[in-house]
């Protein structure tokens, strides 16, 4: 690969900046499904609040000797240590004026989930003066995560949607959508700890990976997409463009989860199987709006 196009590539991977990105395709995802116009403070809050929660969980998990690292992210990371910094406290103060412009259920919701992100990442509790962390919780790690992504790319929009009556959303599909959107991201998740899976030991994490080990966790991906697969035929009443587009999605995304392993380098983790809540967006666009 060309020297400075991997410093970009880095810079965009390493920086939460794609991931960012991520979050706000996965909000217009959301819109597309509904078929409504996106709210531009809506997307502006996923972006920043993904950026800044990402930056604060790696920047609290700093290591003894990060340049001695075996994870170029994490040696990048801390290289460009004041860039992080800067990058973390520019999307915390973009977050406080963009809160104003949601309504009480939204502001509910977004502080709720942020407290759970933080409470993910610090050592907050304690058991015979041992302190860990939500994540630290056997099995829990995955489900916060999805948790998370699934209310905030889900629920959010749709909250802010109804309030302003550009929609109205039954109990019913908010549901269908929430379940479908947790199962996708559940499943690109499984990979990344699986990739951590040693590191998981020595650190006493126990993941999915640790408890079941790599082949069971890979089954349990392909489980996940064969659920949401079910749902989404389930609940689809016409085969359009959004149903090909999310069919088409989860293929691609089994098909990256089973060729993935722990000796995968980071970038087939962080941009190929993130970037899978990308293409997502783009499948629903170019099947809806090209000719087939």
Same mark, same amino acid.
């Given at each position: 690969?060309?020297?400075?196009?991997?410093?970009?590539?880095?810079? +965009?991977?390493?920086?939460?900046?794609?991931?960012?990105?991520?979050?706000?395709?996965?909000?217009?995802?959301?819109?597309?499904?509904?078929?409504?116009?996106?709210?531009?403070?809506?997307?502006? %809050?996923?972006?920043?609040? *993904?950026?800044?929660?990402?930056?604060?969980?790696?920047?609290?998990?700093?290591?003894?000797?990060?340049?001695?690292?075996?994870f170029r992210r994490?040696r990048w990371i801390?290289?460009?240590?004041?860039?992080?910094?800067?990058?973390?406290?520019?999307?915390?103060?973009?977050?406080?004026?963009?809160? &104003?412009? !949601?309504?009480?259920?939204?502001?509910?919701?977004?502080?709720?989930?942020?407290?759970?992100?933080?409470?993910?990442?610090?050592?907050?509790?304690?058991? =015979?003066?041992?302190?860990?962390? !939500?994540?630290?919780?056997?099995?829990?790690? @995955?489900? !916060?995560?999805? $948790?998370? /992504?699934?209310?905030?790319?889900?629920?959010?929009?749709?909250?802010? +949607?109804?309030? *302003? #009556?550009? $929609?109205?959303?039954?109990? =019913?599909?908010?549901?269908?959508?929430?379940?479908?959107?947790?199962?996708?991201? $559940? $499943?690109?998740?499984?990979?990344?700890?699986?990739?951590?899976?040693?590191?998981?030991?020595?650190?006493?994490?126990?993941?999915?990976?640790?408890?079941?080990?790599?082949?069971?966790? @890979?089954?349990?991906?392909?489980?996940?997409?064969?659920?949401?697969? #079910?749902?989404?035929?389930?609940?689809?009443?016409?085969?359009?463009?959004?149903? %090909?587009?999310?069919?088409?999605?989860?293929?691609?995304?089994? /098909?990256?989860?089973?060729?993935? *392993? /722990?000796?995968?380098?980071?970038?087939?983790?962080?941009?190929?199987?993130?970037?899978?809540?990308?293409?997502? &967006?783009?499948?629903? @666009?170019?099947?809806?709006?090209?000719? %087939?």
């Amino acid at each position: 690969m060309n020297k400075y196009l991997r410093q970009a590539l880095d810079c +965009l991977l390493f920086s939460n900046i794609f991931i960012a990105l991520c979050a706000v395709a996965q909000g217009l995802v959301t819109y597309q499904l509904l078929g409504t116009k996106p709210e531009s403070h809506v997307l502006g %809050l996923l972006f920043c609040s *993904t950026l800044a929660l990402y930056n604060f969980s790696i920047l609290l998990s700093k290591p003894e000797k990060p340049e001695k690292s075996p994870f170029r992210r994490v040696r990048w990371i801390f290289s460009h240590y004041r860039l992080m910094i800067t990058i973390t406290m520019i999307a915390v103060f973009s977050i406080l004026p963009l809160v &104003f412009f !949601l309504n009480a259920s939204s502001r509910i919701l977004l502080v709720s989930l942020a407290l759970i992100s933080v409470a993910y990442s610090l050592p907050i509790f304690s058991i =015979n003066d041992k302190h860990f962390g !939500l994540r630290n919780i056997p099995g829990v790690k @995955l489900f !916060l995560i999805a $948790a998370v /992504w699934s209310l905030s790319c889900v629920l959010l929009p749709i909250l802010e +949607l109804e309030s *302003t #009556i550009e $929609a109205s959303v039954s109990m =019913n599909d908010s549901i269908i959508l929430i379940a479908k959107r947790f199962l996708f991201i $559940a $499943a690109i998740t499984v990979p990344f700890d699986i990739r951590d899976l040693f590191q998981d030991k020595t650190n006493e994490l126990k993941t999915i990976p640790v408890i079941l080990g790599e082949r069971k966790a @890979l089954l349990i991906c392909q489980g996940l997409l064969v659920i949401y697969l #079910i749902l989404l035929f389930l609940f689809t009443q016409n085969i359009d463009g959004n149903f %090909l587009g999310l069919m088409l999605t989860i293929i691609l995304s089994g /098909w990256l989860i089973f060729k993935s *392993t /722990w000796q995968r380098n980071e970038y087939y983790y962080f941009f190929y199987l993130d970037g899978t809540m990308i293409v997502q &967006f783009v499948m629903l @666009l170019l099947c809806n709006y090209l000719p %087939l």
